[in-house]
């Protein structure tokens, strides 16, 4: 089965989304610390979904942790050029619908 960390706020309903496609998730809100995602599983991650951009420094944190981690930003806002080269998907929610997305990733 696969596995995510949802880390942020979830006012599109992505989570819910992902879970009807099969996809165990984990949400995590607030400071993004590695301590915090340790314990929302990120050891056995395989993505990694960001929609606080004020908690970009979690893309690298995260996959320092794990590698393997598929880091995918679903936010309205920018992402800062230096998570940018560690994000293997960026979607903006204006553009790409939650019952699309969560498709894709399953």
């Given at each position: 089965m696969t596995k995510a960390i949802l880390a942020g706020p979830d006012d599109d309903g992505l989570g819910t989304a992902l879970e009807g496609e099969g996809i165990e998730v984990s949400r995590v809100e607030g400071v993004l610390t590695a301590a915090v995602l340790d314990d929302a599983g990120l050891a056995d991650a395989d993505l990694f979904v960001l929609t606080d951009l004020d908690e970009a420094t979690a893309i690298a944190v995260a996959k320092d942790r794990n590698p393997d981690v598929?880091?995918?930003v679903y936010s309205h806002d920018s992402l800062p050029e230096f998570a940018?080269?560690?994000?293997?998907?960026?979607?903006d929610p204006t553009l790409f619908g939650v019952e699309m997305v969560a498709e894709e990733l399953a």
């Amino acid at each position: 089965m696969t596995k995510a960390i949802l880390a942020g706020p979830d006012d599109d309903g992505l989570g819910t989304a992902l879970e009807g496609e099969g996809i165990e998730v984990s949400r995590v809100e607030g400071v993004l610390t590695a301590a915090v995602l340790d314990d929302a599983g990120l050891a056995d991650a395989d993505l990694f979904v960001l929609t606080d951009l004020d908690e970009a420094t979690a893309i690298a944190v995260a996959k320092d942790r794990n590698p393997d981690v598929r880091v995918v930003v679903y936010s309205h806002d920018s992402l800062p050029e230096f998570a940018r080269g560690q994000t293997d998907l960026a979607m903006d929610p204006t553009l790409f619908g939650v019952e699309m997305v969560a498709e894709e990733l399953a």
